[in-house]
């Protein structure tokens, strides 16, 4: 979504770092953010459960978005 440069500017936390199979825990991070579904965006302390437009993101996080840059 983000492409490979931008995304490696996010903070990503794997909820499943060995793969989801039924039976498999989530990781810590995870179960104590009480994270239930995927992908889920915590900015500035708002969660936005899946998945959401760049404006959305942009307007959450406080950036400055131009949709006419969008493509």
Known sequence: ???REAAKLLDYVECFP???RKGI???KACS??????FPTWVINGEVLSGEQ???ELARASGFDFDS????
């Open 1 to 3: 979504m983000f492409g």
């Open 18 to 20: 060995n793969g989801y």
């Open 25 to 27: 825990k989530m990781d």
């Open 32 to 37: 104590a953010a009480r994270i239930e579904g």
């Open 53 to 55: 437009e760049f404006s």
């Open 68 to 71: 006419s840059s969008q493509t």
